[in-house]
């Protein structure tokens, strides 16, 4: 067992109120296709799973953490909801090429993987991704720079994709209005 395995173990075994879709995909979610295969990669408890499972997607679900896998598996059977939840290391074994009509990332940054997301994207799929960023009003999020987004870095990652929604509202205009800490992109293959 992995040490950041045993974090988010640790996370996941805490009570938590009402989970939250990300935002990126809740502002979004009209873009979705009718049908077809998503991925929420690094899953956690599943909030993302469940909202594209409700618009009618198969979703694979995959995480780290056993703990909010089983949490996630057991939501889905109360639920009926078609996801598939899967302890599963992405760093090790990537998607598949050209395996999913939408991929998911929330608060989920290995720039590493990029290249590997917009391969397991099918024609016309879409990336939905959204996580923390330098330029942050407080200091909501992680603090190691490996893990925040410059400015702009999302488009740079995923440059070989069409941009069709994106927000980094970084440090302008009025703090307490807008996505802060947070950048976000839609981008089709």
């Known amino acids: 067992m992995s040490s950041i395995q045993e974090k988010w173990d640790a996370a996941y075994s805490q009570p938590r109120g009402e989970l939250k879709a990300a935002t990126v995909l809740q502002q979004n979610q009209f873009l979705l296709p009718a049908e077809g295969r998503a991925l929420d990669l ?22 780290l953490s056993p703990v909010a896998i089983e949490q996630l598996q057991q939501q889905a059977t109360n639920e009926d909801l078609t996801i598939y939840p899967q302890v599963h290391d992405v760093i090790q074994s990537p998607p598949k090429l ?21 391969a397991a994207l099918k024609p016309g799929g879409l990336l939905f991704y959204q996580t923390h960023c330098q330029q942050k009003v ?10 925040l987004l410059a400015d702009n870095e999302l488009l740079v990652l995923f440059s070989e994709l069409k941009v069709r929604v994106y927000s980094d509202n970084s440090l302008l205009g009025n703090h307490q209005q807008g996505l802060r800490n947070q950048a976000f992109l839609i981008a089709e293959k």
Do not use: M
Not at 50 to 57: D, F, I, N
Not at 98 to 118: E, G, K
């Open 138 to 147: 407080t200091q909501q999020g992680p603090s190691n720079p490996d893990y």
């Open 42 to 63: 690094a899953c956690g408890l599943g909030a993302n799973s469940v909202l594209l499972a409700k618009a009618g997607l198969k979703v694979d679900a995959w995480d």
């Open 98 to 118: 050209n395996s999913f009509d939408v991929i998911v990332v929330s608060f989920f940054l290995d720039r590493a993987l990029c290249c590997s997301l917009v």
